[in-house]
């Protein structure tokens, strides 16, 4: 894991330096701060109210520094950042005005914060404008690049075109087995959505704790009474001008155990983008994936591990394959039984992984520009327009990480597999996925490694 976490700042500073190369790396180091301290439920008292106030207080030097640093960064990037900066002043003045009566801060001082935040950040906007006709359209960090990311970073023994294999076979698994059930279910009455906020609030709380109790009862998972809940809450106003910045949720921390996951939601409707078309519908499965037993619960759990050093990652690749993984697991479980198209929608995800490593390979390598592998991502999915763009720049500004969900998953399933024949009728499910979650911050390689003395998997 050392070598994983210096390999990582090896690939950072040099070999994908986004601090140089991706403008979105400025605005993910200055408004993506602010939304994650306000997603931290409120009333804030001082200590807090400080850190929301020197958090934008912040911005205006990170942003000076950034237009130092660029070096002709790809005209892509440049176009979302602009895109993504647009009207940015009244969206903060939202939240000086949402903010202030759930802060310590004074008025003056809250808004002279936001004004000069707006103003660097629509100077740094402007200036991308400038820089943008003699920008390269080049996007991909090639081969090599991304050949040392998957050996020393993620420590996956698979060469590009081996992912891009294993992505296919599980396409068109997960198609064939989405064709299966909709068949299955052609005269099942749909899903409904939530009337309101209220209503999908105390549904997801209910069917949260139905996911616990099915864990312990059926022998999948232990799950100790010290870890909180996931829930939803309504998303404050001065969150919601936040939206696109950052991540809606509160995972808690290492210092706040005892403090329940909070993922805030909107008005439920049938215009939601395409996860939370899905949740409004039926909350298990993003429960299943970030709640219970999936992110948020498998984080509380490496957080305590008596090791330190296995209480962070320094790639995803674990993290999101324990989370793809568990929603197989529970439909194959079945939690879902009593929902035959909400087992429609657990397909559909598989085929949304699936895609994400084709994308995420062709991205590296210069195959799919940003716009080819968005428009790809919304017609073979499918899913909205926003949504798949919003991946698309996610994955190709970020190498990498868009595999993680569909080669972590496998990576799990070939260990158990592996431990299961090891083990023969001494096999026992339970420990061998409490061992894989408390160790889930751990590549699976080296899991793997270590539960079974086997060093196969480490990429040679």
């Known amino acids: 894991m050392i070598g994983s976490a210096l390999a990582r700042v090896r690939w950072e500073l040099d070999i994908n330096p986004r601090w140089k190369r991706d403008p979105n790396f400025y605005v993910a180091q200055t408004l993506t701060p602010v939304a994650e301290a306000l997603t931290v439920p409120g009333p804030y008292d001082a200590a807090r109210s400080g850190e929301i106030l020197t958090r934008i207080e912040n911005i205006p030097s990170i942003l000076q520094q950034g237009v130092v640093n660029l070096d002709k960064p790809p005209a892509p990037f440049a176009t979302v950042a602009i895109e993504g900066l647009e009207n940015i002043r009244p969206r903060l003045r939202q939240i000086a005005t949402a903010l202030l009566k759930s802060t310590t801060l004074k008025e003056q001082d809250l808004n002279s914060a936001i004004d000069r935040a707006a103003d660097a950040l629509e100077h740094f906007r402007e200036k991308l404008q400038e820089m943008l006709p003699s920008l390269p359209n080049e996007t991909a960090l090639g081969r090599d690049a991304y050949v040392f990311f998957l050996k020393y970073v993620a420590l996956i023994p698979y060469s590009p075109e081996e992912l891009l294999a294993m992505g296919k076979q599980e396409w068109n698994h997960a198609v064939a087995f989405e064709a299966f059930e909709k068949n299955r279910n052609k005269n099942a009455p749909p899903l409904k959505i939530a009337d309101n906020v209220d209503d999908w609030i105390k549904d997801a709380a209910a069917k949260e704790l139905q996911i616990r109790r099915f864990l312990e009862e059926r022998g999948i998972l232990t799950v100790p009474n010290w870890v909180g809940h996931y829930t939803l809450r309504p998303m404050p106003e001065y969150l919601s001008a936040l939206q696109g910045f950052g991540e809606m949720d509160d995972f808690t921390s290492p210092s706040r155990l005892s403090e329940n996951c909070i993922r805030y939601v909107t008005k439920p409707s049938g215009k939601l983008g395409y996860f939370w078309q899905a949740t409004v519908e039926d909350p298990r499965p993003i429960t299943v994936h970030e709640g219970i037993p999936g992110h948020y619960f498998q984080l509380c759990l490496s957080w305590k591990h008596d090791d330190p050093i296995r209480r962070h990652y320094y790639d995803s690749g674990a993290n999101e394959g324990i989370g793809f993984y568990a929603e197989e697991m529970m439909l194959q479980g079945g939690l879902f039984d009593d929902s035959p198209h909400t087992r429609e929608v657990i397909y559909n995800f598989m085929r949304l992984r699936a895609l994400r490593v084709e994308v995420d390979v062709k991205l590296a ?96």
């Not at 998953?409 to 299961?420: G, T, V, W, Y």
């Open 365 to 460: 390598l210069g195959e799919f520009t940003l716009d080819q592998a968005a428009k790809y991502l919304q017609e073979k999915v499918p899913m909205d327009e926003q949504t798949a763009r919003q991946e698309a720049i996610a994955f190709a500004t970020g190498p990498g990480q868009a595999i993680t969900y569909q080669i972590g998953k496998l990576q799990i399933i070939k260990f158990l597999a592996d431990e299961r024949m090891q083990q023969g009728e001494k096999f026992n499910l339970r420990s061998f996925h409490d061992f894989v979650w408390k160790n889930g911050n751990v590549p699976i390689a080296l899991q793997k490694w270590e539960l079974l003395g086997d060093a196969s998997s480490l990429p040679k």
